[in-house]
């Protein structure tokens, strides 16, 4: 692979339930962001990553968590699904520790919480 | 607070010119960044503004005023490639993307 790969592609989840997205990246990325894209408004960051071992809230990171147990794997996990969770899930990263960098995205997850 | 601002779309015949309009707020500033988005698809880098001035990659140019808080993109020689919306965000003193709702340009022949 090449890039940054996301699963699943889209998924349909029942409200309450735990669902965690997975973002992989093979370009050895210090950085790693989730974003979360909703018609009419900007990507929204949910939580990021500087380094391997290390994360931060975004802007809107209630209802969500994630990990960052090595510099590859950044997943993103809902505890508790509802329906205002439905989106598009993108998953970025950069070569950078989260300075001035081109970011590189995921091709995306469509989540809807049913 | 802090907002991006743009139009929310843009019509525009093949071959011609279009100037993408985008006015920012952000707390601090470390530069200004325009991104295309393809429906359905991720979003892709185009430029990176930090100084004032006119920054040129072929068919594409971007522009910034920080004293206006405002920059636009420009695409020349439009193709029908091109539909797809375009992506203005300002980068605050977090070093954190702040991200405009787009501009979706629609090319007709």
């Known amino acids: 692979i090449a890039g940054i790969t996301q699963a699943p592609t889209s998924q349909i989840l029942a409200a309450g339930r735990r669902m965690t997205l997975r973002c992989t990246q093979d370009m050895r990325h210090n950085a790693m962001y989730w974003y979360r894209q909703d018609l009419g408004l900007g990507l929204r960051l949910i939580h990021y990553?500087?380094?391997?071992?290390?994360?931060g809230k975004g802007e809107v990171p209630d209802g969500y968590s994630v990990s960052r147990a090595n510099t590859d794997d950044f997943p993103l996990t809902l505890a508790s699904a509802v329906p205002s969770q439905t989106s598009v899930y993108f998953c970025a990263s950069t070569p950078g520790t989260g300075g001035i960098d081109e970011q590189f995205f995921g091709p995306g997850t469509r989540l809807t919480v049913l | 607070g802090q907002n991006i601002d743009q139009p929310t779309e843009m019509t525009a015949t093949e071959g011609a010119i279009v100037q993408i309009n985008c006015t920012y707020q952000t707390s601090g500033f470390n530069g200004l960044f325009w991104y295309q988005q393809h429906a359905g698809e991720a979003p892709t880098f185009l430029s990176y503004n930090v100084l004032d001035g006119l920054e040129e990659k072929g068919r594409f140019s971007s522009f910034l005023s920080r004293s206006k808080g405002y920059s636009y993109l420009l695409l020349k020689e439009l193709q029908m490639k091109d539909s797809a919306s375009y992506l203005c965000a300002g980068m605050d003193s977090n070093y954190q993307l702040i991200w405009g709702a787009g501009t979706k340009l629609i090319i007709k022949p």
């Open positions: 990553s500087n380094t391997a071992g290390t994360t």
